[in-house]
């Protein structure tokens, strides 16, 4: 495993699991590995957003869709992408 994605995983997992921890510290080492800002900022993006999305479903008891169900909204979501109109279409 490239060092950039070892140090930006790393990072990601201690915002995932523990965020209080977090310091400069932990960012500089992460740039120091080789990862922009930029993508720093993006991957921590990502995983807030996921993380929400993820207590958002276990919150309103949100089920992942059965392989078939998803596989049959795929064109649709490749189509419109996220927007609901295009899922509602299909």
Same mark, same amino acid.
């Given at each position: ?33 080789? +990862? ?6 993006? !991957?921590? =993006?990502?995983?807030? $957003?996921?993380?929400?999305? @993820?207590?958002? *479903? ?5 089920? +992942? ?6 596989? !049959?909204? =795929?064109?649709?979501? $490749?189509?419109?992408?996220? @927007?609901?109109? *295009?899922?509602?279409?299909?």
């Amino acid at each position: 495993m490239r060092p950039e994605l070892r140090a930006a995983l790393g990072f990601i997992e201690q915002l995932t699991l523990r965020p209080d921890e977090l310091s400069s510290a932990d960012v500089d080492e992460v740039l120091s590995a080789g +990862v922009s800002r930029q993508a720093l900022r993006d !991957a921590a =993006a990502v995983c807030s $957003l996921f993380c929400m999305i @993820v207590r958002l *479903a276990d919150s309103f008891g949100w089920d +992942v869709p059965t392989w078939e169900r998803l596989q !049959a909204r =795929a064109p649709a979501m $490749l189509e419109g992408g996220y @927007v609901l109109g *295009a899922i509602r279409q299909r």
